[in-house]
């Protein structure tokens, strides 16, 4: 009987252990628990990793693509399912049109601006799998600082900077700011 009873303890043990195994955690509003799978995963959100240039670089190439790097792989997509994978406007001077809803730049995803966004500059650019690449058909001024906007949404709210590995597809969720100075 006593063998019975030392069996039954230890089985009770060993279900007690199974049952709360995972993460626990206690805090003021007391122990907080979660199972196996959810105690190894972690939510990350999508954002800016790194950029090239870095923010304050000095003496960038007039020439220098702009590339903007994520930590999880995006995609810009608009309200019909639609991926904008490049777009190219193709001017032949660094031209700008105006930061504006309405204005030709208004569904990129980077604005670049040497007058804090009061007009944006033309560009070329492609959508890499957690990168964005913005390249010029003619070199940048001189002696210039330049902020670049990554938009978590485009100016005509037609398109969103989303996590393409997110069922639900995550959004950034700021907007992300940058600015570099070109030499001579």
Known sequence: MAMAVLRLCILGLALLLIGSCGQQKLDSSGLDSKSIEDAGSTTTTLAVSSTTPNNGSTSVSRTASIVV???????????????????????????????TSSGSVS?????????????????????????????????????????????????????????AKDGSGTQLSSDYEFSFTTGS
Do not use: Q
């Not at 019909?80 to 777009?87: E, K, P, R, T, Y």
């Not at 650019?125 to 978590?152: C, E, P, Q, R």
């Open 69 to 99: 790097n994520f930590n999880k792989s995006i995609y810009f997509l608009d309200s019909s399912n639609d991926h904008l994978l490049s777009w190219s406007d193709n001017r032949t001077s660094t031209s700008s049109a105006a930061c």
């Open 107 to 163: 569904y990129h995803p980077i604005l670049i601006s040497k007058d804090s966004y009061s007009n944006c500059l033309y560009d070329n650019g492609t959508m890499g799998s957690s990168s964005i690449t913005i390249d010029w058909d003619t070199g940048l001024d001189a002696n210039t600082t330049y902020k670049v906007k990554v938009l978590k949404e485009s100016l005509d709210g037609s398109y969103k900077l989303k996590d």
